[in-house]
């Protein structure tokens, strides 16, 4: 019976150590909700062979906030506009009809860049947001 109850006590054991060391792995979708804070914009511009790049400047008030209906509020320059955002896979977010390629996204910290073509030139969006 005390061996019984041994294998018991370390099932019961192994059990709440096996379950508390699981970590929950939340998709993009979950991680993607909320609201960030612009650190970074900065656009690069290629035309005929040439590249420039501008950082524009941010203040606070620069921000994405992702919903769960996907929606998003977006504030540049003092100026707030909504759209519509869709996930695809583990590294697409569509804003609207822009496809941006996310480089980094954690519990605090998402970077991802846009990519545009134009008549002439190629522009390129990275935006690091933090929470």
């Known amino acids: 019976m005390k061996k019984t109850n041994n ?17 929950k792995n939340d998709s993009t979708e979950e991680r ?28 606070p008030a620069d921000y994405f906030s992702f919903k769960k209906d996907n929606t998003f509020l977006r504030s540049f320059d003092g100026v707030v506009s909504s759209g519509s955002y869709l996930i695809l896979g583990d590294n697409l977010l569509k804003i609207n009809n822009d496809t941006a390629i996310i480089s980094k996204i954690t519990k605090n910290e998402l970077n991802f860049n846009i990519k545009a073509l134009g008549v002439d030139a190629i522009m390129e969006t990275e935006l690091n947001l933090t929470k």
Not at 39 to 56: A, F, L, N, P, Q
């Open 32 to 59: 993607v909700l909320g609201k960030w804070f612009v650190e970074k914009r900065e656009i690069k511009t290629t035309r005929d062979g040439r590249s420039s790049v501008y950082d524009y400047p941010v203040t």
């Open 7 to 23: 294998y018991l006590f370390l099932l019961a054991t192994l059990l709440i150590v096996g379950f508390s060391a699981c970590k």
